[in-house]
């Protein structure tokens, strides 16, 4: 992988979880003033998409959404979702010894 390819992936991951934080601070915001919400998908569609960290942080640091049910089962099946598969691709990298390895083997 290059080196622009993980930058990318690393901006994109700073992003994601930016967005995600922030749609919780806000959400948080509009349930104080009564208007109207950000819909629970969004926010796990946001997790979901690699903005898991940012969610959970937001969720600990401005204390919204700690006992929602299922929002909070439903983000940490998320969380473990994602940790399983970096663990998996971890381990693919590992095993097929380079990125550029492993993309060959998973293209065939």
Known sequence: MSKQAMIGVLVYGLAINLV???AMVMDKAKAENRVRRIPEATLLRLAF???SIGTVIAQQT?????RKEPFRSRLIGILLLQ???L???T?????AGSPEALWRRLTL
């Open 91 to 95: 381990v693919a990298l590992i095993v």
């Open 49 to 51: 998409l690699g903005g």
């Open 87 to 89: 663990i998996a691709l």
């Open 83 to 85: 940790i399983v598969v």
């Open 62 to 66: 401005i204390r919204h959404k700690t």
């Open 20 to 22: 995600a934080y922030a």
